[in-house]
């Protein structure tokens, strides 16, 4: 049985994605301050996971979970007609919405814990969100998730996967991490490496039949479609 959430570490993890927005493009894409050489077969993977989110068949509408400063939003606009792009940082949302600058993306700040989808969607993406989802919330939260798609829908989940090269570093007792910003604070955060066989499982019974995973040694993508 999974641990509960120890106390305001839900509060800290926010604190700490409201502190880094300013700075996460640079620190994920190695620009600025950030630049340097990266890892060649990182950059491969990446560079497949993009292309996976790019051959996604196109569709009317997509829902975003915590859509942070817009990688996967700037991709999705190829893909969909409109967007709901939701986060918990506010700052986050700020940033996004200024590169981005599309009408076609309507923003939403929300408590993704709390959260219930109030409409269903052709596509529902989670780009490295539910690595930061305690275990014990995690099958509550799937459910939420998958009420989002509707039937004939897809469902797409990249993360970095359970076995993996651990690119975040590894978890402190059993799903924290902790972290620091450009100024030097540091927060605890949730960080669980995700099995991407065990998601599909949780998905079956929730209607997604139709399941296609690739797994790298640092990331992964689950792509898979609600028949029901």
Known sequence: MAKPVPANLLQEQLA????????????????????????PEVDAEWQHLIDAVRALPPCESAL????????????LLNIAETILALDGAAEMLEVNRAKVGSPRVTYQHVDLFHWQPASTYDLV????WLSHVPP?????????????V???????????????????????GEFKQTRSVHDGSSYRIVK?????????????????????????????????????
């Open 192 to 228: 669980v490496y995700h099995d991407p066989d065990a998601l599909a499982a949780q998905l079956k019974p929730l209607g997604f039949a139709e399941v296609q995973i690739w797994r790298g040694d640092y990331f992964f993508y689950l792509d898979a479609r609600r028949t029901v």
């Open 16 to 39: 700490y994605y409201r502190a880094r927005a300013g700075e996460y493009d640079e620190s994920v894409l190695r620009t600025g301050r950030f630049a340097g050489p990266g890892l």
């Open 64 to 75: 975003e979970l915590a859509c942070g400063t817009g990688i996967w939003t700037a991709k």
């Open 125 to 128: 993406l989670a780009g490295f």
């Open 136 to 148: 014990g919330l995690l099958p509550a939260h799937i459910e939420q998730v998958a009420k989002a």
């Open 150 to 172: 509707r039937p004939g829908g897809r469902l797409f989940f990249a993360d970095e996967p359970a076995g993996g090269r651990q690119l975040s570093g590894p978890v402190e």
